[in-house]
């Protein structure tokens, strides 16, 4: 049974960081692109950031320079660093494993909320 098991969500002030952390069981994990995504409420989900099998990361522009994605193959995990947080960084954050279009499987979210 696969499970994508997010943590680290919580409230945070503007200015402030956040460190979410996804834990996975039931892939190989070590061959899978790792992402995070993000959905505010009345809006799509969109990408944050991913991790591919050899370290190669991608990062939203509105993101870039204030989040870090990073991965422990030994421990089956992907990360996300958030600083420098706003406002519109509120969101429900997703994990996501995916391995090309034969398999993604997601997380049930972690809750992001950032406000003074």
């Known amino acids: 049974q696969v499970q994508l098991v997010e943590s680290g969500g919580g409230s945070a002030q503007p200015g402030g960081s956040l460190r979410l952390s996804c834990a996975t069981s039931?892939?190989?994990?070590?061959?899978?692109?790792m992402g995070w995504y993000r959905q505010a409420p009345g809006k799509q989900r969109e990408l944050v950031a991913t991790i591919t099998s050899g370290g190669s990361t991608n990062i939203a522009d509105s993101v870039k320079g204030r989040f870090t994605i990073s991965r422990d193959n030994a421990k089956s995990s992907v990360y996300l660093q958030m600083n420098s947080l706003k406002p519109e960084d509120t969101a429900v954050y997703y994990c996501d494993a995916k391995l090309g279009t034969v398999r993604d499987y997601w997380g049930q979210g972690t809750q992001v909320t950032v406000s003074s």
């Open positions: 039931g892939i190989t994990f070590s061959i899978y692109t």
